[in-house]
């Protein structure tokens, strides 16, 4: 009976050791195809956000993200950071200092790498 349990055992340990695909930032490649955004902010250089609360539009249709900024800020030197649904990934990377006086864009991948949208951010000061 032991010999039963064993083999049991050694089967769902090997089963459970297959390989999934990574892509080449060692991230997990998945059977997800969405792929949008769902969150945006700028942190300014003392690493507070720098929008006006409420005033951040992301249209998943058009692909842009619009968004005002406090009166005052530098937007030629903020830290973008967004949140995109389960398993997609963001190109290029963000969280690095970024000019933003003129518009960016953004490619949201998939979970399962093929799906790709480019979003268009604009941000605007405060009047």
């Known amino acids: 009976m032991k010999r039963h349990y064993l083999f049991i055992l050694l089967g769902l340990l090997a089963l459970s050791c297959t390989k999934m695909p990574i892509d080449e930032t060692g991230l997990l490649i998945t059977t997800r ?4 955004m769902t969150f945006f902010d700028l942190l300014g250089s003392d690493h507070r956000t720098v929008l006006v ?6 249209d998943t249709e058009a692909q842009t993200v619009t968004a005002v900024a406090r009166f005052g800020t530098n937007l030629q030197r903020v830290k ?11 190109e290029p990377t963000m969280g690095i200092w970024t000019d933003y006086t003129q518009p960016q864009q953004y490619t949201v991948v998939s979970g399962n790498r093929t799906v790709r949208k480019t979003y268009t951010v604009t941000v605007t000061l405060q009047q």
């Open 33 to 36: 195809s969405q792929c949008y």
């Open 80 to 90: 973008p950071y967004c949140s995109v649904v389960t398993d997609a990934i963001v």
């Open 53 to 58: 609360s409420g005033q951040t539009k992301i």
